[in-house]
């Protein structure tokens, strides 16, 4: 018996809920990576295990690696040991391992909001035995500990579970109105008033700003000053259900670069910036389905004309 490893191809997948992130991070309260190991082979055996996301942000395509702590792993080299049958076993052994926050920076990891998770594992036949090293058995002497059943095989099962439970730190979350047109004419309007009406009903605050795009999507003009839609609205303590929504009216007026950037607008963008409660410890807060958050935008327009 020698030692021998096996490296399996790269799988990967993605999460589509965090492509509509612009910036910022959650955390998820208790996120777990979990592999179910079914091996009938009758021999020690380990695994490595390499983690990364990638995403594209405005500094183009980044990489983050998972973090294992050393303290998940039993053996050198960054290896975890799986269960193997003994030579008088006649069932499969099972091994199940987690991957969380407590032997991972998993949390942070997804909070890091990747679109692309990559895993890169490999597998160690023989894992106690030196590199070069040949271990042979010769009954009577030596009594053999392990063989290899040709027949046998090895199944991995992965899941992956995301409780939503949440703190946000500041996420953006952008949302497109398309196919804007104004029906007066620009250059005789000596006024405009944006008017924007939120009925919070969201555990979180939120920010609000807006901006002018063009048919490239290029920002033409971007609001300065931030909606703020008031305090989180009260949660049930036990369901976490919102009693009743939290309505903010904010208004503010155009300047001359923003009307002049009507002309060619074609999509207004509004981007929400979340935060839940801070605290310590953290403060996690579940995600129901009947939360929403509703924005109306109006406009005051004053004309100007020569008669």
Do not use: C
């Amino acid at each position: 018996f020698v030692r021998q490893s096996v490296d399996f191809p790269t799988s990967s997948f993605s999460i589509p809920l965090f492509e509509t992130f612009e910036s910022g991070s959650f955390l998820l309260e208790n996120p777990n990576l979990n592999f179910t190991i079914t091996n009938e082979l009758r021999m020690p055996l380990a695994i490595g295990l390499e983690i990364y996301g990638t995403k594209t942000d405005d500094n183009g395509d980044t990489l983050r690696k998972l973090e294992i702590y050393d303290s998940f792993f039993d053996l050198n080299d960054s290896l975890k040991s799986i269960l193997n049958p003994s030579l008088t076993d006649t069932a499969a052994a099972l091994t199940f391992i987690i991957i969380d926050k407590t032997s991972s920076d998993f949390d942070q990891f997804l909070g890091w909001t990747p679109e692309n998770i990559y895993m890169d594992m490999s597998m160690v036949a023989n894992p106690d035995l030196p590199v070069d090293s040949i271990l042979v058995f010769l009954p009577p002497d030596t009594i053999p500990d392990r063989e290899f059943n040709e027949d046998a095989q090895i199944f991995t099962n992965m899941s992956l579970e995301l409780p939503m439970s949440l703190h946000l730190d500041n996420l953006a979350v952008p949302v497109n109105l398309d196919s804007i047109t104004v029906d007066v004419d620009v250059a005789t309007i000596d006024s405009l008033q944006l008017r924007v009406v939120t009925y919070n009903m969201l555990p979180f605050g939120a920010l609000l700003n807006l901006q002018f795009l063009n048919s490239n999507s290029e920002v033409l003009y971007s609001l300065e000053e931030d909606f703020h839609v008031l305090a989180n609205p009260t949660l049930n303590s036990i369901t976490f259900n919102i009693k009743e929504p939290e309505i903010n009216i904010n208004q503010v007026w155009l300047t001359g670069e923003g009307i002049d950037a009507l002309n060619d607008t074609q999509t207004i963008k509004i981007i929400m910036t979340l935060n839940t409660t801070d605290g310590a410890p953290t403060i996690y807060t579940p995600l129901l389905e009947e939360y929403t958050l509703e924005v109306k935008i109006s406009g005051k327009v004053r004309l100007s004309y020569e008669l």
